[in-house]
C-alpha cells in the first residue's frame, strides 16, 4: 500500500512520462487525501524562511516597468514592504502573507 503522504518527485515525473494504469489511478487519489494540519508547520515558521525586503529607489523592482503585486494588482513603490517568495516573485507582504 501507498502511504498518504505527498507523492515522491521521481514518482510524480513516472506518473507523466507513460500512460496511466488502473494502480496509478488510485496513487493519484491519495492527492486529495486530507492533510493532517498537525504535520504542517506553522505560519511564522513559513515566514521566517521568506525574505522581507523594504523597498528603496534603486531596488529592480521599482526599476521595471509595470511591476505590480500578482494579488492586489497595485504596483510596487518605494518604502513598501515586500517579501520574495522561493519561486523569485514578490508580493507586498500585507497581500501574501494570509496565504502563507
Known amino acids: ?3 498518504r503522504l505527498a507523492l515522491p518527485t521521481n514518482m510524480i515525473a513516472t506518473l507523466q512520462d507513460r500512460e496511466l494504469t488502473d494502480e496509478d489511478y488510485q496513487t ?3 492527492l486529495d ?3 493532517n494540519p498537525s504535520t504542517l508547520p506553522s505560519q511564522s515558521a ?3 524562511h521568506l ?3 523594504t523597498l528603496e529607489v534603486q531596488h529592480h523592482l521599482l526599476q521595471r516597468q509595470n511591476a505590480m503585486c500578482g494579488i ?3 504596483p510596487f513603490s518605494t518604502r513598501q514592504t ?3 517568495l522561493h519561486c523569485k516573485h514578490y508580493f507586498h507582504t ?3 502573507d494570509p496565504y502563507l
Open 51 to 53: 525574505p522581507t525586503i
Open 28 to 30: 493519484l487519489l491519495l
Open 72 to 74: 492586489c494588482n497595485n
Open 46 to 48: 513559513v515566514l521566517q
Open 94 to 96: 500585507s497581500c501574501i
Open 82 to 84: 515586500v517579501r520574495r
Open 33 to 35: 487525501a486530507p492533510v
Open 1 to 3: 500500500p501507498v502511504s
